[in-house]
């Protein structure tokens, strides 16, 4: 592993995992026992977020599986769920659909797949340099997994559209996630991030 990522993995990411996983372990509803986190990566924020929720189970969803993954994990598409109406109670992405050329595909599959709702937590086109530093922060953290980066980061209002076009209504919309600590959540953190179910 370089140096910056080290550095990212131990700067950035164990500490978006603990955060994170707090923010879906909140807003998953109480009844919620079968959960889809939908490009779930290594698996470990879906492993963080049972270890505080104990009784609820998570498959993951990749298009890429990572050896050593913390959860189980299906391959897809990319596009299409393989999975009947209704088949969990929640669909996860965290950091997910801007990787995506039409996040309306997933979201759709996603909508379709779960009975009780959508936990998303992604990013906002919104802001001075707001999609070179979106940018920044993907190449750092995915470039050398593999990932699609086709930087499709989504302003306010393409988010509102897409959710109404859908029939999905938030019910929890957060933008004041404390992803990153002092002071590099001055640049990386600002109004680019939210959480939504």
Same mark, same amino acid.
């Given at each position: 592993?370089?140096?910056?990522? $080290?550095?990212?993995?131990?700067?950035?990411?164990?500490?978006?995992?603990?955060?994170?996983?707090?923010?879906?372990?909140?807003?998953?509803?109480?009844?919620?026992?079968?959960?889809?986190?939908?490009?779930?990566?290594?698996?470990? #924020?879906?492993?963080?977020?049972?270890?505080?929720?104990?009784?609820?189970?998570?498959?993951?969803?990749?298009?890429?599986?990572? *050896?050593?993954?913390?959860?189980?994990?299906?391959?897809?598409?990319?596009?299409?769920?393989?999975?009947?109406?209704?088949?969990?109670?929640? @669909?996860?992405?965290?950091?997910?659909?801007?990787?995506?050329?039409?996040?309306?595909?997933?979201?759709?599959?996603?909508? $379709? @797949?779960?009975?009780?709702?959508?936990? #998303?937590?992604?990013?906002?086109?919104?802001?001075?340099?707001?999609?070179?530093?979106?940018?920044?922060?993907?190449?750092?953290?995915?470039?050398?997994?593999?990932?699609?980066?086709?930087?499709?980061?989504? $302003?306010?209002?393409?988010?509102?559209?897409?959710?109404?076009?859908?029939?999905?209504?938030?019910?929890?919309?957060?933008?004041?996630?404390?992803?990153?600590?002092? *002071?590099?959540?001055?640049?990386?953190?600002?109004?680019?991030?939210?959480?939504?179910?």
């Amino acid at each position: 592993m370089s140096l910056l990522g $080290r550095l990212h993995h131990n700067w950035v990411h164990q500490r978006r995992v603990k955060v994170l996983a707090a923010h879906f372990a909140r807003i998953i509803p109480a009844d919620a026992s079968r959960a889809l986190d939908v490009g779930c990566g290594d698996g470990r #924020l879906a492993h963080e977020i049972q270890r505080l929720r104990p009784a609820l189970f998570i498959q993951g969803l990749d298009v890429l599986v990572r *050896p050593n993954a913390a959860i189980p994990v299906a391959v897809f598409d990319g596009s299409h769920l393989p999975f009947e109406r209704a088949n969990f109670d929640i @669909v996860m992405f965290a950091d997910v659909l801007h990787h995506t050329d039409e996040p309306r595909v997933l979201l759709r599959e996603a909508a $379709r @797949v779960a009975r009780l709702g959508v936990a #998303l937590k992604d990013h906002l086109n919104q802001g001075i340099l707001s999609h070179a530093t979106l940018s920044l922060m993907d190449w750092v953290g995915n470039a050398s997994k593999g990932v699609a980066l086709p930087y499709n980061y989504w $302003r306010p209002q393409q988010w509102t559209a897409a959710f109404k076009e859908l029939g999905l209504r938030p019910v929890v919309w957060e933008t004041k996630l404390g992803l990153y600590r002092a *002071p590099v959540n001055l640049l990386f953190e600002r109004s680019l991030h939210f959480l939504a179910d």
